[in-house]
């Protein structure tokens, strides 16, 4: 007889899209631990909505890679976590299944667009989730909600199955209560797949293990600039500080780049949203379009319901920044400053370890409180450079502000996820004693 978690959530927080009752589980590393995955997951014969009408009643034949192997570990997967639409904003109020709450304040937003996610791990629904991240997509729910999440490296875990936004930055990460289980989870997701033509075959099978004394920790002055809260960056410091204490060497440095990368980020990310999302026009998924009408009229019909206002603004910024004449001006441009902030991490990486700073400048804001697109789009400036470089990064919990908590923000070279996960192990087992 297969073994079965019962899964019935109070989820007063508006987490989850979809929950499952009575869920069958296995025997392995995750043996009957419940499991949240984000909604643009493919699972198979669960809905996977993206956030979105326009996949409304889309059932996926297939799992992806990530929930083949959690499955195989015996997990039970318990539901599908509620996400800014296509994984577009970093407040989880862009979903067309209405905004997630925040489990600290629920007058406040828990992050995005992995914020259902967060707020489940952070209410104790879950103990650990995955979540997907663009540019700040698990980090920024983490630290507004205070749990610990990371974008592992680029190519170390399969993007096979995971609903395209903009593929050269995107990829799938765990979220949990605690570095150990964050650990556990991505040694997991992190097997091997030939499917995903980005993806490296460098498994993650590292056990934490506390080390910090000796570690050279950058700490760039661009991380604390203009936007940052100063009692956010007060609360950092006093961090990086106590990791001093613990015997690493801090480091300040320079990143120059970081004056484009907010900027060529969002026109890489809706050029690739542009191209990607073109698949959804009422014929292959979702809602059919109206067919008594021509192919032009039921298509614009079907994508303007379909898709949110976020949505379909960076789709025509994208169309624009791809469009004859303006593609040298501003894609081309982006591409270089991209480069840029690979350079800058580079040679910071030939003279630290690691580098840290805020993971965002701000604790959570208020529901409704950001209604300016522009100053939505500038609370990701600390976390898109990892992004754009291809780089692991952890947000892990240090203190708080106001009854808010602050995320610190841990990040490493290409594949040392694993001294990455070390400084965050020994940062938290020094904050427990």
Not at 62 to 72: G, N, Q
Not at 286 to 299: I, L, Q
Not at 361 to 388: C, H, Q, W
Request: glycine share 10%; with cysteine; hydrophobic share 40%.
């Amino acid at each position: 007889m297969d073994q079965v978690f019962r899964f019935e959530p109070k989820d007063r927080y508006n987490a989850f899209i979809t929950t499952r009752n009575d869920v069958p589980f296995g025997e392995g590393s995750l043996s009957g631990i419940p499991l949240a995955v984000k909604d643009n997951i493919s699972t198979a014969g669960i809905p996977t909505t993206c956030g979105s009408a326009i996949l409304e009643g889309y059932i996926p034949p297939y799992d992806a890679h990530v929930i083949s192997c959690i499955l195989r570990e015996g997990c039970a997967l318990v539901g599908k976590t509620n996400m800014d639409e296509f994984g577009m904003g970093t407040t989880t109020e862009n979903s067309a299944f209405g905004p997630t709450l925040n489990p600290a304040d629920i007058s406040r937003v828990p992050g995005g667009s992995s914020g259902g996610s967060a707020a489940a791990v952070a209410a104790g629904m879950v103990p650990i989730a995955l979540g997907t991240d663009t540019g700040g997509s698990i980090r920024c729910p983490s630290a507004f909600c205070g749990i610990v999440g990371m974008k592992p490296t680029y190519g170390r875990v399969s993007r096979y199955g995971l609903v395209a936004y903009a593929n050269s930055l995107e990829l799938i990460g765990p979220m949990a209560r605690s570095v150990q289980d964050v650990s556990l989870l991505l040694k997991v997701i992190s097997a091997y797949d030939p499917r995903d033509a980005t993806m490296t075959d460098r498994p993650y099978l590292h056990t934490p293990a506390a080390k910090v004394a000796g570690c050279r920790i950058g700490v760039p002055e661009e991380f604390f600039g203009s936007g940052v809260d100063p009692k956010v960056a007060s609360v950092v410091w006093d961090a990086i500080e106590r990791l001093e204490g613990m015997g690493a060497e801090i480091v300040t440095c320079r990143m120059p780049s970081m004056a484009y990368a907010l900027a060529a980020y969002y026109v890489i990310c809706m050029s690739e949203a542009s191209s990607n999302l073109a698949r959804f026009d009422g014929v292959r998924y979702g809602p059919p379009a109206d067919t008594r009408k021509t192919w032009h009229e039921s298509y614009s019909d079907r994508r303007g319901t379909g898709f949110g206002a976020e949505v379909r603004r960076r789709i025509m910024l994208g169309t624009f920044a791809l469009s004859s004449g303006y593609y040298g001006k501003y894609y081309a441009k982006a591409q270089a400053a991209r480069q840029m902030v690979r350079d800058d991490f580079q040679r910071l990486f030939s003279e630290v370890d690691l580098l840290a700073g805020p993971t965002m400048p701000t604790v959570a804001f208020r529901l409704g409180e950001k209604t300016d697109p522009l100053s939505m789009y500038l609370s990701d400036i600390l976390t898109v450079p990892a992004n754009l470089a291809g780089i692991p990064a952890i947000s892990i919990p240090c203190g708080e502000v106001e009854g808010m908590p602050v995320g610190l923000q841990i990040m490493g070279p290409r594949f040392h996820d694993e001294n990455v996960i070390d400084a965050a192990f020994a940062y938290e087992l020094e904050g427990r004693s």
